[in-house]
């Protein structure tokens, strides 16, 4: 078993992974729908970029020997894991979007 002094991989500063990511707002916080929208959409990008950096440091970590305690490996674990439903969900989301603007570029006035 190797011992570092390193911190721990687990960044307790960010938002907690069990925050819900809401692609679509319940209501705008002022301006349009679609200023709502974009705001959302940018917090789940947002979301999605942070999980993916926080897991390549730990990842890392780990290719240049760190140890990990089990908590450490089933809270990476469980990130990866929900980092790849946030992606799915923000990939759904664009090939919604772009199919819409597909059919409205597609009406003829």
Do not use: C, K, W
């Amino acid at each position: 078993m190797m011992v570092t002094n390193e911190a721990p991989v687990l960044d307790t500063s960010r938002t907690p992974i069990s925050t819900p990511v809401s692609v679509m707002p319940s209501e705008p916080e002022g301006g349009d729908a679609l200023d709502g929208l974009a705001r959302s959409f940018r917090a789940a990008l947002a979301s999605v970029e942070r999980s993916e950096r926080h897991v390549d440091r730990a990842v890392g970590r780990l290719s240049r020997g760190a140890d990990l305690s089990t908590g450490e490996l089933l809270a990476l674990q469980t990130e990866v894991y929900r980092s790849a439903q946030r992606a799915e969900l923000v990939s759904r989301a664009v090939d919604r979007v772009s199919d819409t603007v597909r059919e409205i570029t597609q009406i003829r006035v």
